[in-house]
């Protein structure tokens, strides 16, 4: 049997005391972010789990009275480390850890590329390790994947991870987002937009990405409705945008995600002058920064609430009749690529 990590090894590890290293793990605010991340970081290298003994006792001796539980948790990564995917999950993934640690959940992550482990075995290696919730990452699954027990667990996903309406879902609020960057660029004198989609967005996001985008349109009568969405393939050249850009000469450009600032100036489109840039979706680290909505740590913290909610209550997929959706608001962020 592997040995208990305990505070007192964190703390050896990072040089600090037991009590900051407990302070640390529940996000008290006596300790500075940086040494609360810090170690934080260190005790899930370490594979460190709360011992729920402790952590009902120092719950009912807490001011606010809240129960602590102890739970484990299993990362399902489709990809390796170096995939565009994984990348993209990781800043979620972040805040996803440490809001779990705070309810006292520890995390397993487990690479499933590639079909190296079939459905069945994938399923007895979590009820072996006693994992109660899933949360599914971001890239390219296996087709064998839709065979797993889902059944047996709560599971949660997110907007890229779709295995059909059994699984509850968290996704990034597109039409509030699109909401906010219209109320944003409608004050000031542009009138032909032009949109541009990820050819790798799921079919659901870009249909809400889409229908948002063509509402607000209606409502502005003022606005040009006539340039077509651009769809932008990753690692793509300038010549396919420079071309639309050229053709159809939108007076600002709203892109679902970050594109590489250069390819932007290869294509022809200089901001934030003559031509202003606003990203719907920013979760991912930039040359510049771009203005537009970030979702910062609202999608992860989001999403270990519900996991922990539905592990806390009993509400296994097997469980639930109707699954459901929840949307989480960015916020919006000035950046360079656009004057106001």
Known sequence: MSKRITLKM??????????TVSYALRRSSRIPESTRNRIVEVAQSLGYRPDPGLSSLAARKSRNGTVP?????????????????????????????????????????LQVESDQYRPERLAQILRTRAIKGILLGWGHWPESIRNFPWEEFAVISTERTDFGPSIDKVSMN????????????SPLPYRRYGLILHDDCPEST????????????????????????????????????????????????????VIDPELFRQAGIQFPLPTPIV?????????????????????????????????????????IHRPRL???????RDGVTLQI
């Open 10 to 19: 964190i703390a050896d590890r990072c040089g600090v005391s037991t009590a």
């Open 69 to 109: 539980f102890y739970a484990s948790v299993a990362v399902l990564h489709p990809n390796a480390p170096e995939s565009r995917g994984y990348k993209l999950f990781a800043p979620h993934c972040k805040y996803f850890r440490e809001k779990s640690l705070e309810f006292g959940c520890s995390i397993t992550d």
């Open 174 to 185: 597109h039409f509030h987002a699109l909401d906010d960057i219209f109320a944003k660029l």
């Open 206 to 257: 870009r249909n809400n990405i889409l229908g948002a985008y063509q509402a607000n349109l209606f409502e502005r009568p003022i606005l040009k409705g006539d340039v077509p969405p651009y769809n932008y393939h990753l690692g793509e050249g300038p010549e396919g945008m420079r071309r639309w850009f050229e053709e159809y000469s939108p007076e600002v450009v709203i892109s679902h995600r």
């Open 279 to 319: 990203v719907i979706e920013i979760d991912e680290e930039s040359p510049i920064e771009f203005s537009g909505i970030y979702t910062g740590s609202a999608l992860g913290r989001t999403v270990a609430t519900l996991l922990a909610r539905q592990i806390r209550t009993g509400e296994i997929q097997g469980n």
């Open 326 to 332: 929840t949307l989480v608001n960015g916020t919006w």
